[in-house]
């Protein structure tokens, strides 16, 4: 089977949303960074040997309730600008991908990679896109805009139901 698409830096971006909200990487890091500064706050006050004061208690609030917002954007923010400085020329542009019954093959104009269906470890998808990890940050995009006719919706669901939906089940 077939699929043909343009992927995009918005593409890309929406991996990496993806990938920040969703992840246990970043799940990880956002719980340390969210919890590291309320213990910090506290140990301060042991040290020191000060009550608690409201203001501490109100400062640990506003951080619990404001941090994982900030924490998703200057995420999304750093990684986008780092992006931009790279050369993504062997990603972006127009793609192919190639689904058998080994896994799929992926063609851009500068390069050229196959993965066997049982690297994949996580599938993920939304309204635009099918995400398939091979690691929990690190993965490949199948846009559904390549999903044109009713043909290769139905070949593209018979590969997703015989191999990314034992995935999914195992994701649970």
């Given at each position: 089977m077939k699929l043909q698409f343009n992927l995009s830096f918005e593409d890309l971006i929406d991996l990496q949303k993806n990938v920040i909200s969703?992840?246990?990487?970043?799940?990880?890091?956002?719980?340390?960074?969210?919890?590291?500064?309320p213990i910090s706050l506290l140990f301060l006050n042991l040290i020191f040997q000060t009550p608690v004061s409201l203001l501490?208690?109100?400062?640990?609030?506003?951080?619990?309730?404001?941090?994982?917002?900030?924490?998703?954007?200057?995420?999304?923010?750093?990684?986008?600008?780092?992006m931009k400085k790279q050369n993504l020329s062997a990603v972006l542009g127009?793609?192919?991908?190639?689904?058998?019954?080994?896994?799929?093959?992926?063609?851009?104009?500068?390069n050229q990679n196959f993965l066997a269906w049982d690297q994949f470890v996580v599938v993920r998808e939304d309204e635009k896109h099918y995400y398939l990890y091979v690691s929990?940050?690190?993965?490949?995009?199948?846009?559904?805009?390549?999903?044109?006719?009713?043909?290769?919706?139905?070949?593209?669901?018979?590969?997703?139901?015989?191999?990314?939906?034992?995935?999914?089940?195992?994701?649970?």
């Open positions: 969703k992840s246990k990487h970043h799940r990880k890091v956002k719980y340390i960074l969210l919890s590291g500064f501490t208690i109100g400062m640990i609030l506003l951080w619990v309730i404001v941090f994982p917002t900030i924490y998703k954007k200057l995420t999304l923010s750093s990684t986008v600008r780092i127009p793609t192919t991908m190639l689904l058998d019954e080994q896994g799929i093959t992926r063609k851009t104009k500068n929990d940050v690190q993965g490949m995009i199948i846009s559904k805009s390549a999903l044109t006719d009713d043909r290769t919706k139905e070949a593209f669901q018979r590969y997703y139901d015989s191999y990314f939906v034992p995935l999914l089940e195992k994701q649970n």
